[in-house]
């Protein structure tokens, strides 16, 4: 199949710089894609800017949920399509991606009921003798224009959360995407486009680096939204201008605690789900596993038999279960990282060594000293830590001795001990008997301290949008 070329959203602008699109397993280009300079992100802005300021071109809710509704009709229309997209540009195994799409429909038209959703409230006026004779409320108004920076592993699901909020909300927004994965997002801005949006309203801005810092640091822009690791995310909001609000997604080393009455049947699939999918690289993966030294010996034969009949390859065949990483580098990182935790001191159960096509073996380490990098970093691949432990209370301490905290997971049958781990574990979210990766698209998702900034998820990020204009009326009696 030729590659198509993917041509700029921004109105008004024809792009003459193309880049290639490779997929990670292959190495052969799926696509290419036009990309802004610095002059078409500055018309970009001030295109987005003009659209917010002109209240008359503002859409009212019904219109805005019906927009999305139709798109994400078009998102199931061609669903395999768009997951074949995915898969090539990304590397996410075909099965995986279609999930993917699966998720973003539902996204989509979770953003229409939001868009619809969005109201103020009264104020009471009766506490004090100097409120009497007015009414107060509040006019819901969106934020202003909004500038997104995605992230390349789920390239269009990402998308759906950066950009459908915005629209529901009735806000302007350029989205950049991840250098490796445009062709899903500029995609998603051309359906967005066919289903009724007005193009100023929803841009996409592929663009190098420092054009992207351009429009980070605008003052056109009122809220930023990202998700990446977190070394760039706290320098870029440092960046921002004065007043501008933002919403920072980064990544966890996520824990897992397996207690001594886990039910290894049921967990150990379910950790190999969220340990190896789309080659760990997500931000939520597992990664360390604190486990009971009274089955620590039988989880570790059940992981490796199951971790051992892993299918890896080529993402667009049906039978594989991991694909690719993104980009070599990052495969031959996560090998110096499991080198150098076997030298000091690991055991490698299993995997660990390199594969063609940016592949890497599905691998399992077993008691990696603590401070590692596979213990104390984001691996952002398909590398399990398993670690024993004499204790419900040594797993919560080994579990929290890291400053990233985002979504966590405890196995037990024994609901005080769950309840425990609950509580006292350093996430944001705790998953009891699930894995940590395990999420829904309109549940509060998000990490503490340096792991983010702000609550994702669908109805959340809405809000995050939405400005409450005060309005006091005094009553003339």
């Known amino acids: 199949m030729e590659p198509r070329t993917y041509p700029l959203t921004v109105p008004g602008l024809d792009g003459d710089a193309f ?63 768009l997951a074949l997209l995915v898969a090539r540009e990304g590397g996410k195994p075909l099965t995986d991606a279609r999930a993917e799409i699966a998720r973003a429909e539902n996204g989509l038209r979770l953003c229409a009921e939001e868009a619809t959703r969005i109201r103020g409230e009264q104020i009471p006026m009766a506490g004090t003798p100097a409120a009497l004779g007015r009414i107060a409320f509040t006019l819901p108004e969106p934020i202003g224009v909004v500038a997104a920076v995605s992230a390349f592993n789920h390239p269009f699901n990402l998308i759906v959360h950066q950009v459908g909020p915005a629209v529901a909300a009735g806000c302007p927004v350029l989205v950049k995407p991840a250098p490796d994965t445009p062709l899903s997002c500029v995609r998603f801005i051309e359906l967005l486009h066919e289903a009724g949006l007005p193009p100023r309203w929803a841009m996409a801005v592929p663009c190098a680096n420092d054009v992207a810092e351009r429009l980070v640091t605008s003052p056109q822009i009122d809220f930023f939204s990202f998700i990446g690791s977190a070394k760039v995310g706290w320098m870029l909001r440092s960046r921002l201008a004065p007043g501008v609000r933002c919403a920072l997604e980064h990544g966890g080393v996520a824990p897992v605690i397996v207690d001594a009455s886990g039910d290894l049947d049921d967990l150990v699939p379910l950790l190999v789900k969220g340990g190896y999918y789309h080659a760990g690289q997500v931000c939520v993966s597992v990664q360390r596993v604190f486990v009971h030294d009274a089955v620590r010996d039988e989880f570790v034969e059940r992981l490796k038999g199951r971790v051992e009949a892993l299918t890896v390859g080529d993402p667009e065949a ?90 966590a997971a405890v196995f037990s049958q024994d609901v005080d001990a769950a309840m425990k781990a609950a509580e006292e574990l350093k996430g944001a979210a705790v998953m009891v008997n699930d894995h940590s990766a395990f999420r829904v698209d309109w549940m509060p998702f998000g990490g503490r301290g340096p792991s983010g900034l702000g609550t994702g998820g669908i109805g959340y990020s809405v809000r995050d949008l939405i400005e409450q204009k005060l309005v006091v009326l005094r009553v003339k009696r």
């Open 318 to 407: 049906e039978a594989t279960e991991v694909g690719p990483l993104i980009r070599q580098g990052e495969v031959e990182r996560v090998h110096r990282w499991v080198t150098e935790a076997v030298v000091a001191g690991a055991t490698l159960v299993t995997g660990g060594g390199l594969l063609d096509h940016q592949c890497y073996q599905p691998t399992i380490l077993l008691d990696p000293p603590a401070d590692t990098a596979v213990m104390t970093q984001e691996i952002f691949g398909p590398v399990v830590c398993v670690c024993g432990v004499p204790s419900l209370d040594a797993a919560i301490q080994s579990a929290n001795a890291v400053p990233w905290s985002f979504q």
């Open 19 to 81: 880049e290639d699109v490779l997929s990670p397993y292959s190495g052969d280009v799926v696509g290419r894609v036009a990309t802004v300079d610095a002059a078409g992100m500055d018309s970009a802005l001030a295109q987005a800017a003009t659209a917010f300021q002109d209240r008359s071109s503002w859409l009212p809710a019904f219109e805005r949920a019906h927009i999305l509704r139709r798109m994400a009709d078009m998102v199931s229309d061609e669903a395999e399509a």
